[in-house]
C-alpha cells in the first residue's frame, strides 16, 4: 500500500476544505408555505377559476358551478361617501345612510332613548334634545310631510313630490315670503313641479288638492316664478364671475301655460280609452292651435272638445257627461267647442288617420 508523505497531507486537506466551505448552493432553512390555491376538485384547473359570489356567501367554481365553500365573508370596502375627496381631507363616513340633500346640517345626529331607562335616561334625552334642536329642520320636515301627503292623495308622481320639496327648500333658504301661509307657499310649490315635470294640473285642481284659493294660487305662482328666475340669474353671474361654465340641467326653467296636448294625455287615460285615440285627440289638439278653430277657448275645453271628437272618430266614443266629469268644464261648453271643431274638420282630420288608423269620419255626432 503506497503511503502519501507527510508535507503533502496539510496541502491536500487545505484544498478539499477550501472547496467545502464555499457550496455553490445555501440551502435556506424551512418554513411553512402560505401561498395556498383552491382549485376545483372535479375540473382541477390550473389557475383556477373560482369565484366569490359575496351576495350568497358562496365560494362557486365558473367552469363546472361546484360550491367550494360557504358563508364567505365579504372582505371588500364598506359602502362609503366621497364627499371630501376634492378637499384632500379624511373622509370618516364610512357606514351609514346617505345624506339627504333635502336636509340642512350633518344629519349625523344621535338620538338618545328613554323608553326603560329611568329617570336619567329621560334627562339625558331631554338635554340632548335642547342641544341639537333645529326649528329649521322641523320646519322642512313638516312641509316635506304635508307635500308627500298631498301628492300621494291624487297619486302624483313621486318626481313631482320630490321637485316640489327642493322648491320649498329653496324659498325657505333664502328666507322669502316670510309673509306668506306656508299652505300657500306649498300650493304654489306643488303647481310649479307638476308643469316643471310635464303633468301640469290646473289651478281648480290645485285648488281641491290643497284647498288654496284660485287667486292666491295665482298670486303665489307668479311671486315664485319671479323669485326663482331672479335666484336662477343670480347663481348664473356667480359661475361666469369664477371663470365656470354654466349647467343648463341646473337652471331653473320659466314655466309655459298648460297647452290642451299635455291634458289629453291625462284624461284619456282616466277615460280608459286606448293609445290610438290618444295619440289622434293629441294630433288633433296641435292641428286645433294652428288653425285657430279653438282659439280664445281654455286649455280645459279645448283639450275635452278634442277627446270628444277623437273618440267619436276613432269609434270609441265618450259622452259629453263622461268627459264633462273628468275635465271639470260642463258638457254645453264641450259641444259648443265641439261645433267650433266640425266646421273645420277638413283642415283637422289627417288622411293617415283614415288610411292607417281606420278612423271613420261618419262616426262624427251631427250638429
Given at each position: 500500500?503506497a503511503?502519501?508523505p ?5 496541502q ?6 477550501a472547496y ?8 435556506e432553512?424551512?418554513?411553512e408555505?402560505?401561498?395556498l390555491q383552491?382549485?376545483c376538485?372535479?375540473c382541477?384547473?390550473?389557475p383556477p ?7 350568497s356567501?358562496?365560494m ?5 358551478g361546484?360550491?367550494?365553500g360557504?358563508?364567505i365573508?365579504?372582505?371588500r370596502s364598506?359602502?362609503r361617501?366621497?364627499s371630501?375627496?376634492?378637499q384632500n381631507?379624511?373622509d370618516?363616513s364610512?357606514v351609514?345612510?346617505?345624506?339627504n340633500?333635502?336636509?340642512n ?5 344621535t338620538t338618545i332613548?328613554?323608553?326603560d331607562?329611568?329617570?336619567?335616561a329621560r334627562?339625558?334625552h331631554?338635554?340632548?334634545?335642547k342641544v341639537?334642536h333645529d326649528?329649521?329642520?322641523k320646519?322642512l320636515?313638516a312641509?316635506y310631510?304635508e307635500i ?6 291624487w297619486h302624483?308622481?313621486k ?13 325657505n333658504?333664502?328666507?322669502?315670503f316670510r309673509?306668506?301661509s306656508?299652505?300657500v307657499v306649498i300650493a304654489?310649490c ?7 315635470c310635464h303633468?301640469p ?8 288638492l ?15 316664478e319671479?323669485f326663482f ?7 348664473a353671474?356667480?359661475?361666469?364671475q369664477a371663470?365656470?361654465?354654466?349647467n343648463?340641467n341646473d337652471?331653473?326653467n320659466?314655466?309655459t301655460?298648460t297647452?290642451a296636448?299635455?291634458?289629453c294625455i291625462r284624461?284619456c287615460s282616466?277615460?280608459s ?8 285627440s293629441q ?13 280664445g277657448?281654455?286649455?280645459?275645453s279645448?283639450?275635452?272638445?278634442c277627446?270628444?271628437?277623437a ?7 265618450r259622452t259629453a257627461k263622461?268627459?264633462?266629469?273628468v275635465?271639470?268644464v260642463?258638457?254645453?261648453t264641450?259641444?259648443?267647442s265641439?261645433?267650433l271643431l266640425?266646421?273645420e274638420?277638413?283642415?283637422l282630420?289627417?288622411?293617415a288617420w ?14
Amino acid at each position: 500500500m503506497a503511503l502519501v508523505p507527510d508535507k503533502v497531507l496539510p496541502q491536500y486537506f487545505s484544498i478539499d476544505l477550501a472547496y467545502i466551505s464555499k457550496p455553490d448552493r445555501v440551502e435556506e432553512p424551512w418554513r411553512e408555505n402560505l401561498n395556498l390555491q383552491i382549485i376545483c376538485k372535479d375540473c382541477k384547473e390550473i389557475p383556477p377559476n373560482i369565484a366569490e359570489e359575496f351576495s350568497s356567501g358562496d365560494m362557486v367554481c365558473d367552469t363546472c358551478g361546484l360550491v367550494l365553500g360557504d358563508r364567505i365573508v365579504d372582505t371588500r370596502s364598506e359602502w362609503r361617501t366621497f364627499s371630501n375627496d376634492d378637499q384632500n381631507n379624511d373622509d370618516p363616513s364610512r357606514v351609514g345612510d346617505g345624506a339627504n340633500p333635502l336636509l340642512n346640517g350633518s344629519q349625523l345626529q344621535t338620538t338618545i332613548a328613554f323608553g326603560d331607562g329611568g329617570a336619567k335616561a329621560r334627562e339625558l334625552h331631554r338635554a340632548q334634545n335642547k342641544v341639537t334642536h333645529d326649528k329649521g329642520t322641523k320646519t322642512l320636515l313638516a312641509a316635506y310631510k304635508e307635500i308627500g301627503a298631498l301628492c300621494d292623495a291624487w297619486h302624483i308622481p313621486k318626481n313631482v313630490s320630490d321637485t316640489a320639496k327642493h322648491l320649498f327648500k329653496m324659498v325657505n333658504d333664502a328666507g322669502a315670503f316670510r309673509g306668506k301661509s306656508q299652505d300657500v307657499v306649498i300650493a304654489g310649490c306643488i303647481f310649479i313641479a307638476c308643469r316643471q315635470c310635464h303633468v301640469p294640473r290646473t289651478f281648480r285642481e290645485i285648488f281641491a288638492l290643497t284647498k288654496v284659493s284660485k287667486k292666491e294660487i295665482g298670486r303665489i305662482f307668479k311671486s315664485l316664478e319671479k323669485f326663482f328666475a331672479a335666484q336662477n340669474q343670480a347663481k348664473a353671474d356667480t359661475v361666469l364671475q369664477a371663470g365656470g361654465i354654466v349647467n343648463p340641467n341646473d337652471s331653473y326653467n320659466t314655466t309655459t301655460s298648460t297647452n290642451a296636448h299635455e291634458l289629453c294625455i291625462r284624461y284619456c287615460s282616466q277615460l280608459s280609452l286606448n293609445q290610438k285615440t290618444t295619440m289622434v285627440s293629441q294630433q288633433l289638439a296641435d292641428k286645433m292651435s294652428t288653425v285657430g278653430a279653438l282659439a280664445g277657448r281654455s286649455p280645459l275645453s279645448a283639450a275635452a272638445a278634442c277627446i270628444y271628437f277623437a273618440s267619436h272618430l276613432m269609434g270609441y266614443p265618450r259622452t259629453a257627461k263622461e268627459i264633462s266629469l273628468v275635465a271639470g268644464v260642463s258638457d254645453g261648453t264641450i259641444r259648443t267647442s265641439y261645433k267650433l271643431l266640425e266646421v273645420e274638420k277638413d283642415k283637422l282630420i289627417d288622411s293617415a288617420w283614415l288610411k292607417v288608423e281606420k278612423a271613420d269620419i261618419n262616426n262624427l255626432p251631427k250638429v
